[in-house]
């Protein structure tokens, strides 16, 4: 014949709201000997445990569920006991949070050129976002609103609304454009010509907006080209 020997862990941590908990208690001996399970701190197992064979089983752990629990090993020749704690923690459930946004109050772009519209935000959960640019929706639902190709009809304000389950929050944002100044880059050469003689004078100039192009004779207005 052979006394029990409890096999047994120290500590067992696990969390609240866990669906199940199963805790073994190994113990062997010869005669091989019977295993009951108990609370240390109680009169009685809590109303969620129950053991099953050598093992405790808490169903849908809560808080308070945790402290100690022991396992009694015992046959004809001695007893063996192993004291179990179990540690309930509590899940952290991150708050709830309205959108905070972070955004520029002014951009400005080149005409013609690509701009981007950064809406940032600091919130929990995700929030949905909706834009509109003086009063108008907008089709998207990204916190960056591209712009292809800035022009007169697209500058303004444009408003980011972020909203969550925990409230809402909003920012304007001005889209302003800068012109590059006209620049002749291919002047009108000298030319020296016949009376009666037709001549064709070229002035190529660039610039957003595309530059309108005044010809001028003596100070004198001839014609107008864009």
């Known amino acids: 014949m052979i006394k029990p020997t409890v096999t047994l862990a120290d500590t067992i941590t696990v969390f609240e709201g866990s669906s199940l908990l199963s805790i073994p208690c190994y113990a062997e001996g010869i005669p091989i000997p019977s295993v009951t399970w108990e609370s240390l701190d109680k009169s009685s197992l809590p109303r969620n445990a129950r053991q099953l064979g050598n093992f405790l089983i808490f169903k849908n752990v809560s808080s308070i569920d945790g402290g100690h629990f022991v396992c009694t090993a015992k046959n004809k020749v001695e007893i063996d006991i192993k004291v179990l704690q179990v540690i309930v923690k509590t899940r952290y459930v991150k708050p709830h949070v309205a959108p905070l ?3 520029p109050s002014t951009i400005q772009a080149k005409y013609y ?3 981007r519209i950064i809406c940032n ?4 959960p995700t929030p949905n976002v909706a834009w509109i640019h003086n009063d ?8 960056t609103l591209i712009i292809h190709s800035v022009t007169n009809a697209t500058i303004g304000t444009y408003t980011c609304i972020a909203t969550n389950d925990a409230g809402s929050s909003q920012a304007n944002i001005q889209l302003k454009v800068t012109y590059d100044v006209p620049k002749i880059v291919s002047p009108p050469l000298t030319s020296v010509i016949n009376a009666g003689q037709a001549h064709n004078f070229t002035c190529v100039a660039i610039g957003h907006p595309e530059p309108a192009i005044i010809w001028t004779y003596k100070m004198v207005s001839v014609v107008t080209f864009r």
């Open 101 to 103: 946004i972070h955004a």
């Open 113 to 115: 050129t690509e701009a």
């Open 121 to 124: 935000m600091t919130d929990f």
């Open 136 to 143: 108008i929706p907008v089709k998207s639902s990204v916190n």
